[in-house]
T-cell receptor, first 115, second 115 residues
Framework: AQKITQTQPGMFVQEKEAVTLDCTYDTSDPSYGLFWYKQPSSGEMIFLIYQGSYDQQNATEGRYSLNFQKARKSANLVISASQLGDSAMYFCAMREGTGGFKTIFGAGTRLFVKA | GAGVSQSPRYKVAKRGQDVALRCDPISGHVSLFWYQQALGQGPEFLTYFQNEAQLDKSGLPSDRFFAERPEGSVSTLKIQRTQQEDSAVYLC?????????????FGSGTRLTVV
């Protein structure tokens, strides 16, 4: 069964510094997609970045990058130059390429950006 | 519409009452998903529609939960005889295609409180 693990319930980072949010996953499917979502206190889930299991390069979207280490089954999110508006819950998620359409989510990491 | 619209935004139901939650996805989006998010947790998959066909309902917690999307656009999640454990935020998401290669667009959710 597929599984997502986020071991950091909460993280603090100083404004303008970089921060890494950890995510490990478990799947036996060779084809899968990995996602990160942001959920501010307003509640709406916002898609940030996607990495396919066959992608050769790490995904990047602006200040977000995904550190994909396939052999270790990890997909850490790196946020560079943190801003106060980055304070939110961050969820790692995975969808397997075969056998279903659903995405499963981790328990999340709450990020606090300090001024 | 420009985004995924959910209504009502908040719903308070007495235990035993039936409720109906509405999701209006982005126009033309083929895939529609319902998730349940308990306080402090990641979203949990409930069900998936491809156009009007419900292809996966494996996440529905009991036969009190029912979802439909009769014309392949608006979807309704119905919960019969609500119980306190049904209290959660119900999130709807949609994607353009059959295969979810990219991230979901989520609605703002419906916060259901059963008293």
């Amino acid at each position: 069964a597929q599984k997502i693990t986020q071991t950091q319930p909460g993280m603090f980072v100083q404004e303008k510094e970089a921060v890494t949010l950890d995510c490990t996953y478990d799947t036996s499917d060779p084809s899968y997609g990995l996602f990160w979502y942001k959920q501010p206190s307003s509640g709406e889930m916002i898609f940030l970045i996607y990495q396919g299991s066959y992608d050769q390069q790490n995904a990047t979207e602006g200040r977000y990058s995904l550190n994909f280490q396939k052999a270790r089954k990890s997909a850490n999110l790196v946020i560079s130059a943190s801003q106060l508006g980055d304070s939110a819950m961050y969820f790692c998620a995975m969808r397997e390429g075969t056998g279903g359409f659903k995405t499963i989510f981790g328990a999340g990491t709450r990020l606090f950006v300090k001024a | 519409g420009a985004g995924v619209s959910q209504s009502p935004r908040y719903k308070v139901a007495k235990r035993g009452q039936d409720v109906a939650l509405r999701c209006d996805p982005i126009s033309g989006h083929v895939s529609l998903f319902w998730y349940q998010q308990a306080l402090g947790q990641g979203p949990e998959f409930l069900t998936y529609f491809q156009n009007e066909a419900q292809l996966d309902k494996s996440g529905l917690p009991s036969d009190r939960f029912f979802a439909e999307r009769p014309e392949g656009s608006v979807s309704t999640l119905k919960i019969q005889r609500t119980q306190q454990e049904d209290s959660a935020v119900y999130l709807c998401a949609s994607t353009p295609g059959e295969r979810q290669l990219y991230g979901y667009t989520f609605g703002s959710g419906t916060r259901l409180t059963v008293v």
